[in-house]
Every structure is written in structure tokens, then in C-alpha cells.
């Protein structure tokens, strides 16, 4: 476990540091103990080309819910040749029909917190045992996301948490992808800002002058499926 100085000695660092440096110094430090975590929006294409850059080939864990969208699914399979990802699809032991059997039907309608827990946290947290430090695609200009560090140390999973791209800006993400001719979400040319499930309750095009996660769980007050609450 790192001590909050060094957490903070690395932050002062890492701030004016490129995001490329700080996922080479991870890669350095942590080796085959480090895990990236995606969900293949435009943050994680960032990520994942600049390890490409790198050349390395750490593992890459993805939350599989049995719910995502064709076009993600298409999108997975696409960056996953195009990078020769070390990919993990992570997914609950609990297919969606079993869920529907146990819970009802449309369980996400209902109470989107524990559907989230099921299918996206549990799996998560069981995937990310014994790794020493994994990568996420967090950003400070995302609504609820302004303070977050570059690296911290996540009580939860007791392992290093990093976000490269934590001062990075939506338009300079867009402007890596259109510059590196990078693939994305074809919904993102639809009006979806953030893409998580299918259901129309968890991901729903951005509302106009709405942040870049208005659609998600838009009957709810939930803004977070859990994975990054208890860092
Ligand atoms: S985003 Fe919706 S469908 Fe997906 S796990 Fe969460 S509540 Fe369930």
C-alpha cells in the first residue's frame, strides 16, 4: 500500500505528465499485476491505442452484462483484433433470463442498483482480485468526476486506482480518436454521449443542453453503477 505522501509526490508528478508516461510508468511498476478496465467509450480508445503505442499487452477487463448494445459488442470485437487486446470479457454467472427468474422480469426498471451490483460490480470486483493496480478512463470534466486524482489508492479493492486521462477534456479525447483515425461507438454519432446497457432506462441519447451522462439511468437519481463509488 502506498503512503499519502507518495500518493501525493506522484500526483504533483503525474499532473504534468502525459498520459502515455503515466500508463508507461504503470506498466513499468506493476508489470502483469496491472489490469486496464474499459467499457470501450471514447476515454478507453485512448487508453487502449496508447498501450498500443507502447507495445504492451497488459490484460484488459471488460464488463460483459448480457444487456450491452450490438454496436458495442461489434466495437469489442473489432478493437480487439485491431490491438491484439489480452481481453477478459467479465460477466455474472447469472444469465439475464436466470435473473428474470430469480428477480422478475426487467429487474433494471425497477431497482437498477442491485442489476448493476449482479451484473456489473460483483463481476468486477471478483475479476480485479489479486491485480496491484488497474487503469480506468475516469475524467474531471465528467459530471460527479471533478476531483479525481490521477492515481489514489482504492480501499475497496485494496489496489492502486489510476486515471491517466483525469485532465483530459471530452474534446481533446475526440480530437485523439479523429487524429489517430481510432474506432468508436457507432451511437455516438446518434446522440449517445455515454453507452452503457440497452435498456432504455440506462442508456438513452443525451438530452439537448444535458451533460454527457444525462442519459444514463434517466429515471433515476443513480448517475454511477457502482464500480467507481467506494474508491
Ligand atoms: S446499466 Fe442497467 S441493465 Fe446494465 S447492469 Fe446496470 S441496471 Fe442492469
Redesign the pocket.
Known amino acids: 500500500m502506498m503512503t499519502t505522501a507518495e500518493l501525493d509526490r506522484l500526483n504533483q508528478q503525474f499532473e504534468r505528465q502525459s498520459p502515455k508516461n503515466i500508463l508507461r510508468w504503470a506498466l513499468d511498476t506493476y508489470g502483469e499485476s496491472l489490469a486496464i478496465v474499459t467499457s470501450f467509450q471514447p476515454s478507453g480508445m485512448v487508453i487502449l491505442h496508447l498501450l498500443s503505442e507502447l507495445k504492451a499487452r497488459p490484460t484488459v477487463f471488460t464488463v460483459d ?1 448480457g ?1 450491452l448494445f450490438p454496436e458495442t459488442y461489434a466495437l469489442m470485437d473489432e478493437v480487439e483484433a485491431r490491438f491484439n487486446l489480452n481481453l477478459v470479457r467479465v460477466r455474472t454467472g447469472l444469465s439475464v433470463a436466470q435473473q428474470a427468474q430469480q428477480f422478475g422480469d426487467a ?2 426498471e425497477r431497482d ?2 442491485q ?2 451490483q ?3 460490480v460483483a463481476p468486477l470486483d471478483d475479476a480485479l482480485h489479486g491485480y496491484g493496480a488497474w487503469v480506468t478512463g475516469l475524467r474531471r470534466d465528467q459530471p460527479g468526476r471533478a476531483s479525481t486524482p490521477v492515481i489514489q489508492w482504492d480501499k475497496k479493492h485494496d489496489m492502486l486506482k489510476l486515471s491517466p486521462l483525469a485532465m483530459w477534456d471530452e474534446s481533446a479525447v475526440w480530437a485523439h480518436i479523429h487524429g489517430y483515425e481510432l474506432p468508436y461507438n457507432a451511437l455516438h454519432d446518434r446522440g449517445y454521449a455515454s453507452i ?4 432504455e ?3 438513452a441519447p443525451t438530452s439537448v443542453g444535458g451533460d454527457s451522462r444525462s442519459g ?2 434517466v429515471n433515476s437519481a443513480k448517475t454511477e ?1 457502482g464500480i467507481h463509488l467506494s474508491a
Not at 452503457?196 to 435498456?199: H, K
Open positions: 452484462t444487456l429487474l433494471w437498477s442498483g442489476c448493476c449482479i451484473r456489473k452503457g446497457c440497452r435498456p432506462v440506462c442508456t444514463r439511468w453503477c
